[in-house]
């Protein structure tokens, strides 16, 4: 008996996470120096942690020994002031992927299924494989254009969970909120969709669902500090939904499953608003300098709205290798069935300018 056939069905073929590639990792399997090295590979906010969050986080630290508050209270009640919904309506989880993974204990079971789009961020299958349950991957429009009337076609009998990113990542895309309304009106009652709102803080006029929620339809979102807020090292995320459905994932989660440094640091960061508006103005300026650099280099891409861009560079890994040597590390998406594209973060103006002069180097254009 060998410790793989001791362990649960599909653990042990459950895919592995591949993450955007640490500095220290490039410089050490190159032989760079780490200061050298930017990186564009996991959408991180360029412009470094939130200040509030930061000094809140260090302040924290003095009570290190002690446990968290496990109920949040003071995150919990700066949710529910900034929403304008109870407390009891938000969740708070170790990076908005323990989210995903609390959904997953909650409604997935072998013989239940979840939709999402082909090339949709890799952790919604993973929990669906993670809990035994069937991944019912939708294609992509033209465009790579998310299609919500196809996932909504795409649901069954046995469907519990819907996920969708707006912007979606990796591709990058936006609906509209006329888009997600139809869909929302027209979920059957033994279906919750999941909105992972990762990216919403980018968007000029983000899809407001709270008025789904109070109609009482299955509807989840999801959102995190590790984007706009620059808290992605701290891991922390929260959830907002009917108070019911709250209630469950209240159980399915640990009793400190979020620590009291990134607790504190996100309550804080909250209320941060000129740090939040200054990334939000600095990544329209990233946006459009990336758009007029690939076009200018004559490169095909994808307008996306958060803070990343897919750009059809032909073979996507060995442009991603060579980059790499030249100390730019981007994100692959091979692995997303999109093996002539590059994700890469919007940097700082300079670090744009550097993605931008390797590509040309790399492609030699
Ligand atoms: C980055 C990201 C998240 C957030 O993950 P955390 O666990 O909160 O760091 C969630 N969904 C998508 C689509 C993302 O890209």
């Known amino acids: 008996m060998t410790f793989a056939d001791l362990a649960n069905p599909g653990i042990v073929t459950q895919p592995i996470y591949e993450p955007g590639k640490p500095i ?14 930017i990186k564009l590979a996991s959408n991180e906010n360029p412009h470094g942690p939130s200040p509030k969050g930061l000094a809140a986080a260090q302040r924290a630290l003095q009570d290190a020994h002690l446990y968290p508050d496990g109920g949040y209270f003071a995150l919990r009640q700066k949710l ?23 959904l997953g204990h909650a409604f997935l079971s072998p013989g239940k299924e979840c939709v999402m789009h082909q090339s949709a961020f890799v952790v919604y299958k993973l929990v669906a494989l993670m809990f035994g349950a069937k991944p019912v991957e939708v294609p992509l429009a033209a465009g790579l254009r998310q299609d919500l009337p196809a996932l909504l076609a795409a649901i069954t009998p046995a469907t519990r969970l819907i996920f969708l990113a707006t912007p979606a990542n990796p591709v990058g895309v936006a609906n509209s909120a006329e888009e997600i309304a139809t869909l929302i009106r027209a979920l059957p009652p033994h279906v919750i969709l999941v909105m992972d709102e990762a990216y919403i803080e980018y968007l000029e006029n983000p899809p407001d669902l709270r008025p789904f929620i109070a109609e009482g339809r299955k509807v989840v979102c999801l959102r995190t500090f590790s984007k706009i807020y620059g808290l992605a090292s701290l891991r922390i995320g929260y959830g907002y939904a009917a108070k019911e459905l709250i209630a469950i994932l209240q159980r399915a989660r640990q009793p400190f499953n979020v620590n009291a440094i ?55 890994p060995a442009v991603f290798e060579a980059l790499q040597r030249l100390g730019v590390i981007t994100r692959p998406v091979k692995g997303y069935g999109l093996p002539e594209w590059l994700r890469v973060t919007v940097g700082t103006k300079t670090q744009n300018e550097r993605l931008l002069a390797g590509l040309k180097t790399v492609l030699k254009l």
């Open 24 to 37: 220290e990792t490039v410089a050490r399997e190159l032989g760079l120096d780490p200061a050298g090295i």
């Open 80 to 102: 529910a002031a900034k929403f304008a919904l109870g407390m009891d309506q938000f969740v708070i989880g170790d990076g908005s992927n323990e989210l995903l993974e609390l």
């Open 262 to 316: 990134a607790a504190a640091a996100a309550t804080a960061a909250l209320d941060d608003e000129e740090f939040v508006a200054r990334c939000r103005r600095e990544n329209f300026a990233g946006l459009a300098q990336l758009a007029a650099g690939f076009k200018a280099l004559g490169l095909e891409f994808v307008p996306g709205k958060g803070n990343f861009v897919l750009a059809k560079v032909g073979d996507g």
